[in-house]
Nanobody, 124 residues
Framework: QVQLVESGGGLVQTGGFLRLSCAAS????????MGWFRQAPGKEREFVAA????????SYADSVKGRFTISRDNAKNTVYLQMNNLKVEDTAVYYC?????????????????WGQGTQVTVSS
């Protein structure tokens, strides 16, 4: 079992930045690929970014490529999402997820554990 707790969300203006963190506890974190997803009101949960167990492989949604960076620190059991140049359309609840595989996936159906989410609101 893996428990995930996100933090770092908040209210920011267009063009601003935030850094989300996801602290994991439970089974060996370093063996889990990790992902970030988001869900805006009235929309389905969508993929944002993912990272392999070693951090050597990352994937991004086209909408955030070049603005967001996913990283992890296995010594701290934490995965991060650095979000720069935020846009109004980035407003959503952001979820951290872990999967029982070492390689990342862009599909939410392939993740086994989820955090409770953290709200990110970008104002114009």
């Amino acid at each position: 079992q893996v428990q995930l707790v996100e933090s770092g969300g908040g209210l920011v203006q267009t063009g601003g930045f935030l850094r989300l963190s996801c602290a994991a506890s439970g089974r060996a974190f370093s063996r889990n690929a990790m992902g970030w997803f988001r869900q805006a009101p009235g929309k389905e949960r969508e993929f944002v970014a993912a990272i392999s167990w070693s951090g050597g492989s990352t994937s991004y949604a086209d909408s955030v490529k070049g603005r967001f960076t996913i990283s992890r620190d296995n010594a701290k059991n934490t995965v991060y999402l650095q979000m720069n140049n935020l846009k109004v359309e980035d407003t959503a609840v952001y979820y951290c997820a872990a999967r029982r595989r070492t390689y990342a996936s862009t599909s939410k159906d392939e993740y086994d554990y989820w955090g409770q989410g953290t709200q990110v609101t970008v104002s114009s």
